[in-house]
T-cell receptor, first 113, second 110 residues
Framework: ETGVTQTPRHLVMGMTNKKSLKCEQH?????MYWYKQSAKKPLELMFV???????ENNSVPSRFSPECPNSSHLFLHLHTLQPEDSALYLC????????????FGPGTRLLVL | SQQGEEDPQALSIQEGENATMNCSYK?????LQWYRQNSGRGLVHLIL?????REKHSGRLRVTLDTSKKSSSLLITASRAADTASYFC??????????FGGGTRLMVKP
């Protein structure tokens, strides 16, 4: 248990569906991250939020829409996804000033049919 | 941002043996971190080594960093079946962003 929770843990959706992934951190951190992990590819950073402000968007398609309402919660809204978007989506948090460790949630395994 | 390259991509050893994984990179870093991931789960931080450090220990883990060769190694001594997992190096650059390598899949056979 790292103090970062993600729901749902598994999600199957059609290409026309809209769904949201949720991440919550109980560590008092001020930065949160979304990563995508596909089979046989390195972990890809998608979005970064520092103090609730988005500071990174690594050329992620607009069908992925992040939302950070406060420093403890992070959402990833999904709509009109493609089968190649099937992956493990990992959320992480850290304390920016400490230049240190990121704490990861268990991930949401997403399958797009 | 740069990505670390891990070597080997896969490693299979017997319980009790040592496991060594390597990570190479191209440009300067603030620090280098090693993470572990059990199948389909989140990553867990193992150890961080700063650019001005050469070696660090944590339990059965030993990490070295050679900034002149731009490489790091992770040694797991007296391996156990429970050490079976994927191990990733992550590079932190001057912008405090982490970039992960492709990982080494370690299998420890009982």
């Amino acid at each position: 248990e790292t103090g970062v929770t993600q729901t749902p843990r598994h999600l199957v959706m059609g290409m026309t569906n809209k769904k949201s992934l949720k991440c919550e951190q109980h560590l008092g951190h001020n930065a949160m991250y979304w990563y995508k992990q596909s089979a046989k590819k390195p972990l890809e950073l998608m979005f970064v939020y520092n103090f609730k402000e988005q500071t990174e968007n690594n050329s992620v398609p607009s069908r992925f829409s992040p939302e950070c309402p406060n420093s403890s919660h992070l959402f990833l809204h999904l709509h009109t996804l493609q089968p190649e978007d099937s992956a493990l989506y990992l959320c992480a948090s850290s304390q920016v000033e400490e230049q240190e460790t990121q704490y990861f949630g268990p991930g949401t395994r997403l399958l797009v049919l | 941002s740069q990505q670390g390259e891990e070597d080997p991509q896969a490693l299979s050893i017997q319980e009790g043996e040592n496991a060594t994984m390597n990570c190479s990179y191209k440009t300067s870093i603030n620090n280098l971190q090693w993470y572990r991931q059990n199948s389909g789960r989140g990553l867990v931080h193992l150890i961080l080594i700063r650019s001005n450090e050469r070696e660090k220990h944590s339990g059965r883990l030993r990490v070295t960093l050679d900034t002149s060769k731009k490489s790091s190694s992770l040694l797991i001594t007296a391996s156990r079946a429970a050490d079976t997992a994927s191990y990733f190096c992550a590079l932190e650059d001057a912008g405090n962003m982490l970039t992960f390598g492709g990982g080494t899949r370690l299998m420890v056979k009982p």
